[in-house]
């Protein structure tokens, strides 16, 4: 089974900082990865498809990248309503599941 | 627009099941399958598997083979995930999702709780 390792599992940063999370697979995944937010008492959202592709109507402040076992996600100038957890998530078309990371809680300082 | 919707909380007792379902509209259901992941309190997110609403394959984690099942029916636009003999440590929050094509559409989430 792939593993995702994301980091790090919790982050304190003030408005308008650049926060960074990162996502490690255990073996190649290509660009098979998406990144949704979750705020409390909700369902996800899906933010990042394919690794770098930005979902309809998310802010442009969101952005991904990487390929293969190494991603990572940004946000360029954190605002308040930015305020929640983040998870990646790899998905295996081929064999049909999916795996998530454990998650990034995002505060504001 | 696209919509899945779910039933309501259930409040079952440890070794009981539970069915869940999942009623989709906005789209042709049978193009596309239906994941389901629950999320214990203050916990992560768990895939627990999927199903196609074309033909009804499925699979599941590995964790749940055996106590999860998952089906369709296309007459309603309805997917169903039931868990049986169910723990304590099943008590949690479970979606629906239909993620494909950079799209990306969730239920609100059931409450299951499991309590003796």
């Known amino acids: 089974d792939i593993q995702m390792t994301q980091s790090p599992s919790s982050l304190s940063a003030s408005v308008g900082d650049r926060v960074t999370i990162t996502c490690q697979a255990s073996q190649d995944i290509s660009n098979y990865l998406n990144w949704y937010q979750q705020k409390p008492g909700k369902a996800p959202k899906l933010l990042i498809y394919?690794?770098?592709n930005l979902e309809t109507g998310v802010p442009s402040r969101f952005s991904g990248s990487g390929s293969g076992t190494d991603f990572t996600f940004t946000i360029s100038s954190l605002q308040p309503e930015d305020i929640a957890t983040y998870y990646c998530?790899?998905?295996?078309?081929?064999?049909?599941?999916?795996?998530f990371g454990q998650g990034t809680k995002v505060e504001i300082k | 627009q696209v919509q899945l919707v779910q039933s309501g909380a259930e409040v079952k007792k440890p070794g009981a099941s539970v069915k869940v379902s999942c009623k989709a509209s906005?789209?042709?259901?049978?193009?596309?399958?239906i994941s389901w992941v629950r999320q214990a309190p203050g916990q992560g997110l768990e895939w627990m598997g999927w199903i196609s609403a074309y033909n009804g394959n499925t699979n599941y984690a590995q964790k749940l083979q055996g106590r999860v099942t998952m089906t369709t029916d296309t007459s309603t636009s309805t997917a169903y995930m039931e868990l049986r003999s169910l723990r304590s440590d099943d008590t949690a929050v479970y979606y629906c999702?239909?993620?494909?094509?950079?799209?990306?559409?969730w239920g609100q989430g059931t409450l299951v709780t499991v309590s003796s």
């Open positions: 394919d690794a770098s």
């Open positions: 998530q790899q998905y295996d078309n081929l064999l049909l599941t999916w795996t």
């Open positions: 906005g789209y042709t259901f049978t193009s596309y399958g």
């Open positions: 999702a239909r993620v494909e094509g950079g799209e990306g559409y």
